[in-house]
């Protein structure tokens, strides 16, 4: 048998308190995370157009080194070394996420090639540069999208579903109490009217020897 004394009211009553105040935090932390995606997703838009710029940029100087002094000319300037990316990260709700990118192009090595191989170097750094960081910005909108979903659906288990949840039983404890209620007073009315019929007449009151006015 279900348990339906004050006590379980009282512990019910904790645990609607607590899941209602759970469904304000999650409220608001979907609120703050929403936002931060929602800008994510602008600076992603943004560096994405700034990654293609700077994509066709490299791919025209590219093309230009190549016709006037060869891509042996252009792979013979190419760094030793390769490129390093380092990451920058941003929080929002205890979430970590990639914020942004910070790269250190090598200098291209020197060789008797022409200006159009110095602009091609320098315009693939920056189409590298603007990858990285797009490519950073893209992650973390797709790690921040993750919560989001999460505590979305946190938020609508809680609301929907625990919580009325916990409402219903609380009326239900809250009901049977009531009838409890009612089964011991009713109790207590017919053991005093059983008192008093097993009283002698002459020591009853008058209103129940005369049956009431």
């Given amino acids: 048998m279900a348990d339906v004394g004050r006590a379980a009211r009282l512990r019910v009553q904790r645990q609607l308190g607590v899941a209602r105040h759970g469904v304000e935090l999650l409220e608001r932390?979907?609120?703050?995370?929403?936002?931060?995606?929602?800008r994510l997703l602008l600076r992603s838009d943004g560096l994405g157009e700034a990654w293609g710029h700077?994509?066709?940029?490299?791919?025209?100087?590219?093309?230009?080194?190549?016709?006037?002094?060869?891509?042996?000319?252009?792979?013979?300037?190419?760094?030793?070394?390769?490129?390093?990316?380092?990451?920058?990260?941003?929080?929002?709700?205890g979430v970590d996420f990639p914020d942004d990118a910070a790269v250190d192009v090598p200098p291209r090595r020197p060789t008797g090639a022409g200006a159009s191989v110095s602009y091609a170097a320098e315009a693939m750094a920056h189409a590298v540069r603007a990858a990285a960081i797009h490519a950073a910005t893209r992650r973390a909108a797709a790690t921040v999208a993750q919560e989001l979903y999460a505590t979305r659906t946190r938020r609508r288990a809680v609301e929907h579903r625990w919580v009325p949840h916990l409402e219903s039983e609380l009326t239900r404890i809250e009901r049977a109490l009531d009838e409890l209620e009612r089964e011991e007073n009713l109790r207590v009315r017919w053991a005093v009217g059983a008192q008093e019929q097993s009283r002698p007449a002459h020591a009853r009151p008058a209103e129940a020897r005369t049956g009431g006015a």
């Fill in 29 to 38: 932390k979907q609120r703050i995370v929403a936002a931060e995606h929602e």
């Fill in 54 to 93: 700077a994509a066709r940029a490299a791919l025209e100087w590219a093309e230009r080194a190549a016709a006037l002094d060869g891509w042996d000319a252009i792979d013979a300037a190419s760094p030793l070394a390769r490129a390093r990316v380092t990451i920058t990260e941003g929080h929002v709700m």
